[in-house]
């Protein structure tokens, strides 16, 4: 068994909030733990069931009824008028963890909980695993960027073997399953359930050719007409799509860090897929070995290390405050943190022998009158160590499998 990283804050919400929320895209894992972890007494539903569903559906106040607190409700979007009842019942009593709730699209979750339940509701994104779930760190702490501590070194191999099979817990949970057949299956099933009921995509074929678009592209600015151009489509159409991926919590977009003082500053986010397995199928790759010898190497890496720092705070019930740095004249830098009315610039580089050179670019940020915190290179040197007065060299590990002293 996997130990999640979002075990604590579940129990702590169970302890202080009436419902708890766990969101996030299908088959991460939301209803196992919860099952793990819910009291003996808790009775348990799922609005898979067509029966249930219609039921809940059509007379909620019957179906809380019949299916008394405390309850696990599995896949509760299906029955978003269920929100105002759950109300009405947390509101009679006083006792906490009266509802626990799963959901896989995370958007209408997130408005119905926070129009109905606010106040009640304490809510965790769960995403697939993060690379110290997968190596079974658990001792895990949260990477802040004015705490950086030594920890193990990462292997690069290792490493993009993790970022090829991707985080998905029934990988792992299953020896035999081959990633591929597990990957085709997973990108039906989300088209055939999730997108058709969000909305009405009707030409599926042009969808899974905008997601191929998207993933090849992960880690890279955002260019609508581009993806519209591969997937044959309007960009209007791609403005949409892209909404549907990021409701489902397939994608992240990393917005740019904006200004009043910076001028020619990009207003473009780039694409994080949440899940670098997915995104590696999408887009084609057949071995971890080609992906890691290729030009697409650096962005997959990005996105591995970006989406796993934006897990681990999801799992502690938070959201990191970063963003990335680009100009007009293309000058970049990958990712900053913003703590304390600090900022943090980081570089992400596929090297072992990092250099001053690759930290030109964290001058531009002096513009910002803002304090300038200490950075660094994020790479695959072992050792932590100062590169200047202001900036380190960070092991990979440091930033994705740091460890409580």
């Excluded at 009593?93 to 896989?104: E, I, P």
């Excluded at 979750?109 to 769960?126: F, H, Q, Y």
């Excluded at 000058?331 to 050179?357: C, G, M, R, V």
Aim: aromatic share 10%; proline share 4%.
């Amino acid at each position: 068994m996997y130990e999640r990283e979002a075990k604590e804050v579940i129990e702590e919400i169970n302890r202080n909030f009436k419902i708890l929320l766990v969101a996030g895209p299908r088959q991460v894992g939301k209803t196992t733990l919860l099952l793990e972890l819910k009291p003996e007494n808790m009775n348990y539903v799922s609005l898979d069931d067509e029966i249930l569903r219609n039921q809940a559906i059509e007379d909620p106040h019957l179906f809380l009824e019949e299916h008394p607190y405390p309850l696990l409700i599995d896949e509760v979007q299906y029955a978003p008028n269920l929100f105002s009842y759950i109300k009405m019942k947390v509101d009679e009593v006083k006792d906490n963890g009266m509802y626990w709730l799963t959901g896989s699209q995370q958007f209408e979750l997130m408005k119905n909980a926070s129009e109905s339940l606010a106040g009640r509701v304490g809510i965790v994104n769960l995403n697939s695993f993060t690379y110290s779930e997968i190596v079974q760190n658990n001792k895990k702490t949260l990477f802040e960027p004015d705490k950086i501590t030594k920890s193990l070194p990462i292997n690069v191999n290792d490493l993009f073997e993790k970022i090829f099979k991707g985080g998905m817990p029934e990988l792992y949970n299953n020896s035999e399953l081959r990633r591929e057949l597990y990957f085709q299956g997973y990108i039906d099933t989300y088209i055939s359930r999730d997108v058709r009921q969000i909305t009405e995509v009707g030409n599926l074929e042009a969808f899974k050719k905008f997601m191929v678009s998207m993933a090849s592209r992960t880690g890279e600015q955002l260019n609508y007409t581009s993806i519209a151009l591969d997937a044959g489509i309007s960009v209007p159409t791609v403005k949409s799509w892209i909404s549907i991926l990021i409701s489902s919590g397939l994608v992240y977009l990393l917005e740019p860090y904006l200004s009043s003082e910076l001028k020619r500053i990009t207003h473009t986010p780039k694409i994080i897929f949440m899940d670098t397995g997915l995104a590696c199928f999408l887009a084609g790759w057949d071995s971890a070995r080609e992906l890691q010898l290729s030009s697409n190497a650096g962005h997959f890496l990005e996105t591995y290390i970006i989406s796993d720092i934006i897990k681990s705070y999801n799992a502690r019930g938070l959201r990191p405050n970063i963003s990335y740095y680009r100009d007009k004249e293309k000058n970049e830098i990958d990712l900053i943190f913003y703590k304390n009315n600090t900022l943090y610039p980081f570089e992400i580089k596929k090297t072992a022998s990092p250099t001053k050179k690759m930290i030109k670019h964290f001058a531009k940020l002096i513009d910002t009158k803002k304090k300038i915190g200490s950075g660094g290179i994020i790479c695959f040197y072992d050792e932590l160590l100062k590169l200047d007065e202001n900036n380190y060299i960070v092991p990979i590990a440091s930033v994705i499998n740091r460890s409580k002293e």
